[in-house]
């Protein structure tokens, strides 16, 4: 692709570039079979990053989008929503259902509780 196609869509160009990088990596690894993964020890920062993707990818990709987009991209409510052709309010709704689904899961693996997720989002205790 010639950059001078892009260059006034520069930053929703990235984005969606990285946004479907991302997904990409998450519909492999959710293709492959699972195997039973080595006891390795990785450093924090990486631990932490891998712990990030596997909770994002349980979200609905909408929601997934807009954390991303959001929080670790750091762009405006209204840029996120612009990026998406969405309203600030939905961007808003979904970043909070998104969230409080994040802090669920987390408060879920602290306590020790397995949970299962299914392709559409749904939950159920193992």
């Keep these: 692709m010639r950059w001078r196609k892009v260059h006034g869509h520069a930053r929703p160009w990235v984005c969606r570039v990285a946004a479907n990088g991302a997904l990409g990596i998450v519909r492999r690894q959710a293709r492959r079979p699972t195997l039973e993964t080595p006891s390795v020890a990785y450093p924090a ?12 990818s349980t979200l609905s990709r909408r929601q997934r989008d807009v954390v991303v987009l959001r ?8 840029e996120v929503a612009g990026e998406l052709g969405v309203s600030v ?10 969230i409080e689904i994040l802090r669920q899961r987390i408060g879920d693996e602290l306590r020790g509780e397995a949970v299962a997720v299914d392709r559409s989002g749904t939950e159920g205790a193992l």
């Design 89 to 98: 309010g939905t961007v808003k709704t979904h970043a909070h259902r998104a």
């Design 45 to 56: 920062e990486v631990a932490d990053r891998l712990d990030l993707q596997r909770l994002l």
């Design 71 to 78: 929080y670790l991209a750091d762009m405006s409510e209204a």
